[in-house]
């Protein structure tokens, strides 16, 4: 058994604090690479994805006002419940919202 244990104490201790400084220093380091390499990737996917956005926005379109005769007093045509939704959607487009939302009712105030 004293001879299992003998090369354990004859171990500098110079070495020995050399070993736990290079193991830190390398995990250290190695962490500070993970983290750069996926700032790095973070950054390259806003611009994609900007560009992206960029390409697939479409210009409102101009639809024709509608007047107070052609709406019927008790429902709404589904015209305007379209005009309305796509307002909606206009703008949390533009507010960069996710937002799945569904109009369920349209109520006159």
């Known amino acids: 058994?004293?001879?299992l244990l003998e090369p354990w104490f004859k171990m500098n201790v110079g070495e020995g604090a050399f070993y736990a400084v290079f193991g830190l220093?390398?995990?250290?380091?190695?962490?500070?690479?993970?983290v750069l390499?996926?700032?790095l990737i973070g950054f390259i996917m806003k611009k994609v994805s900007a560009k992206q956005e960029k390409k697939?926005?479409?210009?409102?379109?101009?639809?024709?006002?509608?007047?107070a005769q052609?709406?019927?007093q008790d429902d709404l045509s589904p015209e305007i419940v379209a005009v309305i939704t796509a307002a909606l959607m206009s703008y949390y487009r533009k507010e960069?919202?996710?937002?799945d939302f569904v109009v369920r009712r349209i109520k006159r105030i």
Do not use: D, Q, W, Y
């Open 96 to 99: 960069n919202a996710k937002c």
């Open 70 to 72: 052609e709406v019927p």
């Open 37 to 39: 390499t996926l700032m």
């Open 56 to 67: 697939t926005e479409t210009s409102a379109v101009v639809l024709p006002p509608v007047s």
């Open 1 to 3: 058994m004293e001879n």
């Open 25 to 34: 220093v390398f995990v250290v380091g190695g962490i500070a690479l993970l």
